[in-house]
């Protein structure tokens, strides 16, 4: 009975080795262990702890590159990279890297702007302004602008499983898949992290704005506030090579491309720190002359149901107790964040090319946010990680081993039962049963988030290593007794 042993033991350890969505990150990030009162640092010391900060990270956890912009009311405090790109630049303050769910703040800029200019209104119905939109649920038509921003909408990873289902290509094509997808709660009642949502929007700029997403963000957004090195992309092969990213394994950094999936206007925009450096000053000055004070209040009110999500971006506090608006996003390759603190003008942006297992941007955001307030960052502990990887190639060794042992014995097995006992090759078959069913099991695990069998290979990579493997061998096993007893004279 090792194989369903084994099995189930893996299979339960999942929930612990779990990584956090993107809204979890967001909500988690900037908020550090309460330490005593001190006073806070004077903004001109604040880059050279930084930098000390970061660099020790670096050597404490293999981070290959990162990317960081902090500024201060109109002024930029700092803005420069660390460390090498996944191809082996060198990183610097205009590398272009994956923002991923930090892109949400994009996109809801750019449809609120058409909120100011009178081409839509936030609490009419989607399909007003977009009648592609159709879902095989007759609720989808009350659903609202505003509820696709604060993601009110009813859908969710539960209800569509927008991961592993195949991806689009297009802003259209992901309208246009929703036509068989239906709501799982009614419009406006229910909270849920969604992509899916933030893709409908983008669609919507798109035919609204009168221009594709991409070009409507440059006109509207990026060039007037100079961020001339950004711009947003489809899916994982538009991504430059500046903006691939890496996995770790055994506490080395791996560079791997990015899994296959769709993310314009919920995870697409690539950018830099200065470019970064350019939004946090715009964003902690009120976004004058892009959108209105209505509009900026509009952005920055959580909705009912859920008081800490507001419109591309979330509501919180760091340990200290100081009001922030920020958000956090991640590939599977890649993780970002960002924070404002509007009462001391404060702005932080960091993008890190290492995956959503990890969260090393959300982790380094929590640090800086700390040197800003006069703390001390905690340091990092990338051992959990280690230990946990040691244990799954462990037991994928141990696993080869007892595979060869099966195999070898295969005679004396088939000796000693001759076709009468062959159900007790049931339990090999529980890896098979378990790498089947892995993306459904994930699902009930992170509580309704999806993700597809090879995005799974990149959260949990030496445990998917392990079950592959063990699905290898125990069908290896089953094949050598099986043969030993079908073959004539397989007896000694």
């Known amino acids: 009975m090792l194989p369903t ?10 929930p612990t080795i779990s990584a956090p969505s993107p809204a ?8 550090s262990a309460p330490t005593p009162a001190v006073h806070a640092p004077s903004p001109a010391s604040v880059p050279a702890s930084v930098d000390s900060y970061v660099e020790r990270y670096r050597a404490a956890t293999g981070l290959p590159g990162v990317e960081v912009a902090i500024t201060k ?31 949400k703040s994009f996109t809801a800029l750019a449809v609120l702007r058409l909120a100011d200019q009178g081409r839509l209104a936030l609490d ?76 409908v929007a983008a669609r919507l700029v798109e035919v609204a704005g009168g221009l594709p997403f991409a070009a409507y963000l ?6 007037p506030l100079g961020m001339d090195h950004s711009t947003t992309v489809d899916t994982d092969r538009d991504l430059p090579p500046s903006a691939r990213g890496h996995l770790y394994v055994l506490g080395r950094a791996v560079a791997l491309p990015e899994p296959t999936g769709f993310g314009n206007g919920s995870g697409g925009v690539i950018s830099t720190a200065n470019d970064m450096a350019r939004w946090l000053i715009a964003q902690n000055g009120g976004l004058t002359g892009l959108l209105s004070p209505r509009a900026v209040r509009e952005m920055r009110t959580p909705s009912k149901q859920n008081g800490e999500y507001a419109l591309g971006w979330m509501i919180g506090e760091t340990g200290r107790g100081t009001p922030v608006l920020e958000h956090g996003g991640d590939l599977h390759t890649s993780t970002a964040h960002q924070l404002l603190m509007p009462s001391s003008g404060y702005g932080v ?26 703390g001390t960052p905690e340091p990092p502990s990338p051992q959990d990680w280690i230990i946990i990887d040691a244990f799954f190639a462990l037991l994928t060794l141990v696993t080869i081993g007892l595979a060869a042992r099966g195999t070898v014995r295969a005679r004396r097995w088939a000796a000693r039962r ?8 049931a339990p090999y078959l529980v890896p098979l049963l378990s790498c089947l069913t892995i993306v459904p099991i994930h699902r009930v695990l992170a509580r309704g988030r999806d993700a597809g069998w090879i995005q799974l290979a990149y959260i949990y990579p030496t445990f998917m290593i392990w079950l592959v493997t063990a699905t290898a061998a125990c069908l290896t096993v089953v094949a050598a007794r099986l043969w030993r007893v079908a073959r004539p004279g397989s007896s000694p």
């Open 5 to 14: 042993t084994l099995a189930a033991i893996c299979l339960a350890l999942l």
């Open 24 to 31: 979890a990150h967001a909500r988690g990030a900037g908020v």
């Open 349 to 374: 942006a960091v993008m890190a090319n290492t995956g959503a297992a990890f969260a090393d941007a959300h982790t380094l955001m929590n640090g800086i946010v700390a040197i800003i307030e006069g």
């Open 218 to 223: 440059e006109a509207q957004v990026f060039r």
């Open 73 to 103: 009311g109109d002024k930029v405090l700092h803005a420069t990279g660390y460390g090498r790109t996944a191809t082996g630049e060198p990183v610097t303050a205009d590398t272009p890297m994956a923002m991923a769910s930090v892109s």
């Open 124 to 199: 009419q119905p989607v399909r007003r302004y977009l009648p592609e939109f159709t879902m095989a649920d007759p609720r989808a038509a009350k659903i609202t602008v505003r509820q696709l921003l604060d993601q009110t909408s009813g859908m969710a990873d539960s209800a569509f499983h927008e991961r592993s289902l195949p991806q689009p290509h297009t802003l259209q094509g992901a309208v246009a898949r929703l036509r068989t997808a239906r709501l799982a709660a009614d419009p406006g009642t229910a909270f849920s992290y969604h992509n899916t949502n933030y893709q």
């Open 418 to 425: 001759t076709g009468r006992r062959l159900w007790r090759l």
